[in-house]
């Protein structure tokens, strides 16, 4: 069955363009010019990913990503035409897994929207095939895309779920945010501290809401996983 992707962008041009080369790549494209409708869309087909323009009258990307997240972690990916640093940051700590800037090659979008899925369990790698790690009361089923802390469902994003996989495959190693960043994107890219850091702090607030800090900073360095038997 083809992965649905929801394409949500006022510029009818762009929704065409990135409709016809997700339906080329063998995905079901659905699209949607304004956030109103997005949400409706979103209720209605449950897409498997959603590419979100940020600026767009009545309802902003932003607005719309984080209703999403109430309800769901399907993967997001932001377009914008901004490019500052800043903004990069916010979208992705609203909830967003990956940011992409106008103006942008169609080969480039396909090639994150299959890194994407990848991420996500929508294609299997084959060291995933039988993954399930168990550290203390941390646990983790990569073939499942699930993950939980004393028995409690863990929602991590995408890109959540994949940089705290690198940490329980070496629990008390420190990992740089360079080592992260290619565990979790699996593509030649760039990608800030800044948003490493912005991954990890949403990361880390799920597993404490659920009753777990094994997360550490190593400042100056990376992030490490502790010993996952204690609770707070």
């Known amino acids: 069955m083809k992965k649905k992707v929801l394409v949500v962008d006022d510029a009818s041009n762009i929704r065409e363009v990135v409709c016809f080369a997700l339906s080329q790549s063998n995905f079901q494209p659905l699209d949607a010019a304004d956030g109103k409708r997005a949400l409706e869309q979103f209720e209605l ?5 959603v590419i979100l323009d940020i600026g767009m009258p009545d309802i902003d990307g932003t607005e719309v990503c984080r209703l999403i997240r109430q309800k769901s972690n399907v993967p997001i990916i ?18 967003g897994d990956d940011y992409v800037c106008k103006p942008f090659s ?10 994407l899925f990848r991420r996500s369990g929508g294609e299997l790698a084959s060291k995933e095939a039988n993954s399930k790690l ?18 409690k469902p863990l929602d991590f994003t995408a890109t959540e779920f994949s940089m705290v996989r690198v940490l329980m495959e070496r629990p008390g190693h420190v990992f740089s945010r360079d080592v992260l960043a290619a565990g979790a994107y699996q593509r030649q890219t760039v990608v800030s501290d800044r948003t490493i850091d912005s991954h990890m702090r949403r990361a880390r607030a799920k597993l404490k809401e659920a009753g777990g800090q094994p997360i550490e900073t190593v400042h100056g360095v990376g992030y490490k996983l502790n010993d996952c038997s204690a609770l707070v």
């Open 45 to 49: 087909h449950k897409p498997d990913m």
């Open 134 to 151: 168990v550290h203390g009361y941390l646990s983790m089923d990569t073939s499942a895309h699930c993950a939980h802390w004393n028995g």
């Open 78 to 95: 932001f377009l914008s035409a901004r490019d500052e640093e800043l903004d990069r940051v916010l979208a992705l700590e609203l909830g």
């Open 106 to 115: 169609n080969r480039e979008l396909i090639a994150r929207v299959k890194a």
